[in-house]
């Protein structure tokens, strides 16, 4: 019974694990050419060559440094919530979300090895990956379904909506 009742709690977590997990992979090509636009990739090899002098442990504060500054960039956009200024709080919101996933992306290439020297940091890193297939795993059936249930037999309404939607992007892309 309980287990019931917390199923669509966990699916939740597993989606929104999932979507933290979608912006992290699909975030670091966004990151890498901008490393093509400006100087950054000749500041990663730099930062690449301080971190291999760095013991582990201060490759963590090289990891966790760049993140703090973007938490008053979050806190601005919960003053514009409070405020109602609706959508460049969430413009604010969103912006400070991406910077901080691609930075991270970005910072956690470069000190990845030197992290997953230190065993609690490996650890908890195959737990986090763990915790990503478990929440694959969980939303993947349900992935399935709204998948089935779009593409329908082709009378239902999720099928005729499925057709439509198609339809406006293909005019979209012709349009270009």
């Keep these: 019974m309980m287990r019931r009742i917390l199923q669509p709690i966990w699916v939740l977590l ?4 999932l979507i933290e997990a ?23 090899q730099w930062l690449a060559e301080r971190v291999d002098t760095l013991s582990p442990a201060m490759t963590l504060i090289v990891f966790i440094v760049p993140i703090i500054p973007l938490f008053p960039l979050k806190m601005v956009g919960v003053w514009l919530l409070t405020q109602e200024y609706w959508m460049s709080a969430i413009v604010t919101i969103l912006f400070a979300k ?7 992306a970005f910072v956690f290439d470069v000190t990845r090895d030197k992290l997953l020297q230190m065993d609690w940091f490996e650890k908890l890193y195959e737990f986090v990956m763990g915790l990503r297939a478990k929440a694959a795993a969980l939303v993947d059936p349900i992935k399935l379904q709204i998948t089935k249930a779009l593409r ?9 909506t499925l057709r439509l939607v198609q339809r406006f992007r ?7």
């Design 14 to 17: 597993a989606v929104i694990f």
């Design 22 to 44: 979608w912006l992290w992979d699909h975030l670091e090509p966004v990151v890498a050419w901008f490393v093509r636009l400006i100087p950054l990739r000749a500041f990663k």
């Design 170 to 176: 293909k005019s979209v892309r012709e349009a270009r």
């Design 98 to 104: 991406l910077l901080g996933v691609g930075v991270t």
């Design 152 to 160: 329908g037999d082709g009378t239902g309404w999720s099928s005729r």
